[in-house]
């Protein structure tokens, strides 16, 4: 296998920038109460999959999935059983529901932000999109020619650098249909990863990210985190602005429109004990038979 250009882009040095930004996983604690860990790199590996294959779902039990995703994760993989990579008629598929029915998919990956990354920290949102761009830019395979769908119609890689905005899921989407359709070698971005990581010393540690991709970019961006197809409260809750949009709510109270209709009154006199009472109101009592009126 000829070697591949370090920086190389592939599902693996993809998810290895991913994980770098997702949420915050539940302690050993937590785990040991019973409590579901959401936020991890197999459930992360499961959603992407089912963006290609809606119909995926990881096995049930055993550390089968853990030890696919670490595999993929560190490009040592390509596909297998549970990493359906080289499924043609899934691929095919979902290449032409990026290209017909886009904002469906969009969608999806939009929920992936929500779901597992950490969107309340702007950081760590900046390198991942800088850590993105710079990888694409610098992977010498990538023409400046290149297709990327961040819509239903592509862009160059040219143009797709030279923009002010982006919208992260979109750049993310774009990325991950390129890998499906254009990198299936995923093992091709090993060097990458031992590039990008300090060794573990020890058999079963993990490897250290040690890469500074990411951590600047020569151009002032900015972007959105997910699309405007989205719930707005998704939307605030990703930004981070979630309580700001409630104070909002309560600030401004509803405004109300159109003409307002007094109810009809009735109106009566009666005439009790040498004194006139006059009565208008929704309601007429009769006051001849009580002591105390206080309508």
Known sequence: MKDAPVPYLCGGTFFVLLTEAKGKTLSRRQLRKRKTDIISNKNMLEALIQMMMPSFVQPPSGRTFDGDTTDYRSCKVSYGENLPFDDEDEIRNFDNRIKTDYSSVLSCMDDFIVTFLKTDSEAKMDRLLYALLTLIEEDELITPETPFYLSSAPIEKKDLLALDHYCLSALLLGIWHFIIMNRPNNEKGRATFEKWHKR???????????????????????????????????????????????????????????????????????EKDGRTYNQKAEKIYNIEHIENFYG
């Open 200 to 270: 573990a010393e020890e058999i079963g540690a993990r490897w250290k990210f040690v890469s500074t991709i990411g951590k600047s970019y020569p151009r002032e961006i900015d972007y959105d985190l997910i699309s405007d197809d989205v719930d707005s409260n998704a939307k605030n809750n990703a930004a981070g602005g979630a309580s700001e949009a409630i104070g909002t709510a309560y600030d401004e109270p509803e405004k109300i429109t159109g003409e307002i209709v007094d109810p009809p009154y009735i109106e009566k006199t009666i």
